[in-house]
């Protein structure tokens, strides 16, 4: 299995030559076709889960070779040149999401700064807590909606900063514009990192917008049955495909193979499932806005969300995950919790089966996300079926007449 060099014209999916004037396949078609075995007669179609711990020497040891099951995998390179096909780039997998975010982190010299916005994920947040207080890097702030503040930001911060985004956010739903934010991270010297979870690289990919590391946590919609923890980190640069592949074997928390081959067996329907999912997404959103219970609904496909028109220029659909904050507080969106029998009251997200949560139960989530938040992952079962149980839970806490 070949990566993909680059700088290097990207090869055909199944490692073949693409024939001349045939027009680029679609993301939903890649997903289906790349990280493919060679098709030679009686290969396998599918690669399959690769058990070893080592292999017969005599490869060139040290050029990316596999040589020891620490330093490659033939499943984890299946996996990877599918992502990297994705995003147009270069994937590396990790054990979890948060083993890519940390790998990421791990690029920059001690005391670099590094600008995280106030709605990233809980566990960046976490991490990048933990790295100040140890004296690692010096952590800054920043608000993604606001490219005016994140330019004040690095201008204070110096070359040789980091720029994370995310962007939609977790559990906000706040949309960044890529394309301006990492021009302006670019001008000042930063790394520029995307945390693009949310969005698959079915709806938007930030190498193209400028970027120059995307971060998935393959957990979620990419491997999307809620059966696998994984990561992974896509980039172009070879020197910075280099670095991570080294962290990743020297630190040494690698994905196991069953995991990875999972995920690729995922990846093959992402874009049937996300179809249906963002679709019953936006239906859902609609009909919440309208709910007596609901006080505010988030969700990018609603006119009236403040991130509405970026995303639709800037993203290939709105994506699955809805967030409402609901009557009666904390205590309210408890209780809504408490009264679903459909949705499955759990973390996580992205998986066929529709998920509630409400966030701030984690102590460690943000104080910006308001208690009463519920995080809706939206699945892809029926939507009359998923807004029935919803509405019935809702009533719950929905005022009197
Ligand atoms: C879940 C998540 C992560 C962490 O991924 P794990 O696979 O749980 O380690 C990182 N970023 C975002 C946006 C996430 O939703």
Redesign the pocket.
Same mark, same amino acid.
């Given at each position: 299995m070949s990566h993909h060099v680059p700088g290097a014209p990207a090869p055909s999916p199944s490692g073949e030559p693409p024939a001349p004037g045939s027009p680029p396949l679609s993301p939903a078609t890649l997903a289906v076709v790349a990280g493919r075995p060679p098709r030679t007669p009686d290969a396998e179609a599918n690669v399959p889960v690769s058990l070893t711990s080592t292999f017969v020497g005599g490869g060139a040891m040290g050029t990316g070779e596999r040589g020891y099951g620490r330093f490659g995998n033939a499943t984890w390179e299946a996996f990877e040149e599918a992502l990297g096909v994705l995003e147009g780039g270069s994937a590396v997998t990790f054990a979890? /999401?948060? /083993?890519a975010?940390s790998a990421v982190l791990d690029l920059l010299p001690v005391g670099a700064t590094l600008l995280v916005p106030h709605g990233a994920?809980n /566990? %960046?947040h976490a991490l990048s807590a933990l790295l100040q207080r140890r004296g690692v890097l010096r952590v800054v702030g920043v608000d993604v909606t606001d490219p005016e503040g994140v330019r004040t930001a690095l201008a204070a911060a110096g070359p040789g900063a980091l720029l994370w985004l995310?962007s939609p956010t977790?559990p906000l739903l706040e949309v960044a514009d890529l394309a301006a934010l990492a021009a302006l991270g670019r001008a000042a010297g930063a790394l520029v990192v995307v945390?693009s %979870?949310?969005a698959t690289p079915l709806l938007q990919r930030p190498l193209e917008l400028g970027a120059d590391v995307v971060?998935h946590?393959? %957990?979620?919609f990419l491997a999307g049955h809620s059966d696998v923890? @994984? /990561?992974a980190v896509v980039v172009r640069e070879p020197d910075l495909l280099a670095r991570l592949r080294q962290v990743r074997t020297l630190h040494g928390a690698i994905p196991g193979p069953w995991e990875v081959w999972l995920a690729l067996r995922g990846l093959r329907t992402l874009a049937l499932r996300l179809e249906r999912s963002q679709a019953s997404a936006a239906v859902l959103a609609r009909r919440l806005a309208q709910h007596p219970a609901v006080t505010r609904v988030r969700h990018p496909s609603l006119p009236t969300d403040p991130g509405h028109a970026l995303a639709a220029r800037q993203m290939g659909g709105f994506g699955a995950i809805v967030a409402i904050e609901v009557a009666g507080g904390p205590a309210g969106a408890d209780a809504v919790v408490d009264a679903v029998r459909l949705w499955l009251p759990a973390t996580? @997200?992205g998986g066929v089966e529709s998920l509630i949560e409400r966030r701030r139960r984690h102590p460690s989530e943000p104080a910006v996300v308001p208690e009463d938040l519920l995080r809706l992952s939206v699945g892809v079962e029926d939507v009359e079926d998923l807004w029935r149980d919803l509405d019935q839970a809702l009533r719950v806490v929905a005022p009197a007449g």
């Open positions: 979890s /999401g948060m /083993g975010v994920y /566990g %960046t995310e977790n945390d %979870t949310f971060v946590s393959v %957990t979620k923890v @994984l /990561g996580s @997200l």
